[in-house]
Structure formats: C-alpha cells, structure tokens
C-alpha cells in the first residue's frame, strides 16, 4: 500500500480505496529483458512500475519512450477495449504491481474518467 500511495495517479484515493486496490493487485519481480506488455495482444491487466526502468515500443514506430518507478502502463486496451498497443519490456529488473480488469473497472477506471 506504501509503493502504491506513491504513484501520483493514486494520491487522490481515499485510504480505503487505496487499501483495497493494494489488496488486489498482485506484485511481481521480473528480470532485465522481460516482455510485460506486448503489442497486438489482448490487453486484461492494468501495470504500475514501483521500481526500474521499462522501455515502451510500437513495431510502427519503434522506442517511444521510458517509464520509470511509478508510472503505469495498460490502462489504453482496458479503458478503449482493444489490443495492446505498444511492448513493455523491463530495461532493468523491475518490481511491478497488476490488476484484472475487474479492479481497474471498479477502482482505477474513474480515476481516468476525470482527466
């Protein structure tokens, strides 16, 4: 709960929400190298990155950017409901933390819809 409060996208939660989106979301720790996301697929989990660095790419059009400790990523084919539309791949071992669409849906899909 401590990682997540963190990320600027949940420090508008209340405790309580917070705390059950914490309770949710499974935390993983994956190497250099490994594909998160990739491009094309079906999207079902929403990612936040609490620790390393991610790379962003599109076969079109190649790297598009870095994400870094507490940024997220996933959120496009849950929130359009359409595939992947880009690879993430861990550019350092990295922690992350993913949620089923049902918690993004009932937690984390507002938090977009006031944007």
């Not at 990523?73 to 861990?90: D, S």
């Amino acid at each position: 709960m401590t990682e997540l409060a963190r990320v600027g996208l949940f420090a508008g939660l209340p405790g309580e929400t917070l705390g059950k989106l914490a309770d949710r979301m499974e935390r993983a720790e994956v190497t250099s190298g490994t594909v998160l996301v990739r491009e094309g697929e079906p999207g079902d989990r929403f990612f936040v990155l609490l620790s390393g660095v991610a790379g962003v790419s599109q076969s079109a059009l190649g790297e598009r950017r870095i994400l870094k400790a507490g940024e997220f990523f996933g959120e496009v084919a849950l929130t359009m409901n359409v595939p992947r539309t880009a690879t993430v791949t861990a550019m350092t071992p990295c922690v992350v933390a993913s949620c089923d669409e049902a918690t993004f849906d009932e937690l984390v899909r507002p938090l977009f819809a006031d944007d």
